[in-house]
């Protein structure tokens, strides 16, 4: 059984671009979750999607925002972009309450 | 007071030792928890998770959760030089949202 998947593995923008980052949930998982690790900081909670919604979002601003497609994919965008969001940045998804990691996106903004 | 404190570490054991990893939450409410282990540079991969008071034993592994004390810690026994890696303690506060918070990890290095 394949695993979460993300893309692109690396990403780097300048300071003001937009970013998006895309993640495949393991077959039969409805729910993803997207969570930020910045350098020396914990995992820290952005979004959760469920059945095509957004369910609940941290403690983030509104320029991160995304969306859930019919196949339970989904996409991070994060707007304006600032060096402070350089970033791995996860994904994981889940049928019932364990949640599954995917390998990251690491962002880099200068 | 952070919701889910663990110490930083690093914690250093000797190859084939045990090594205890705790996690204190502040949530009385809190339902399930779960401990993820992340090498350098890679993600969190799941070890084991645990809902009930007590023990619960897989391979090497024993999560111990005490929830009169807001207490959870992870038990490797055996330590192995492969097991050397940051410790994630989480816990889901709500359960109406599904989102874990997680303690900022315990470092552990077992020595050979």
């Known amino acids: 059984e394949a695993g979460v998947t993300q893309s692109p593995t690396h990403l780097i923008k300048t300071r003001g671009q937009q970013a998006t980052l895309r993640c495949s949930p393991i077959s039969g998982h409805t729910s993803v979750y997207w969570y930020q690790q910045a350098l020396g900081l914990g995992l820290q909670f952005l979004l959760w999607y469920d059945e095509g919604e957004e369910r609940n979002r941290g403690n983030f601003p509104p320029r991160f925002s995304g969306r859930q497609f019919p196949n339970y994919s989904s996409e991070l965008n994060v707007n304006a972009l600032e060096l402070e969001d350089s970033a791995l940045y996860l994904c994981?998804?889940?049928?019932?309450?364990?949640?599954?990691f995917g390998p990251g996106t690491r962002l880099l903004v200068l | 007071q952070k919701e889910v404190e663990q110490n930083s570490g690093p914690l250093s054991v000797p190859e084939g030792a045990i090594a205890s990893l705790n996690c204190t939450y502040s949530d009385r409410g809190s339902q399930s928890f779960f401990w993820y282990r992340q090498y350098s540079g890679k993600s969190p991969e799941l070890i084991m998770f645990i809902y009930s008071n007590g023990d619960k034993e897989d391979g090497r592994f024993t999560a111990q959760l005490n929830k009169a004390s807001q207490y959870v810690s992870l038990l490797i026994r055996d330590s192995q030089p492969s097991d050397s890696a940051t410790y994630l303690c989480?816990?889901?506060?709500?359960?109406?949202?599904?989102?874990?918070?997680f303690g900022s990890g315990t470092r552990l290095q077992v020595q050979p």
């Open positions: 994981a998804s889940s049928l019932e309450e364990t949640q599954y």
């Open positions: 989480a816990v889901r506060l709500d359960t109406g949202r599904r989102a874990l918070t």
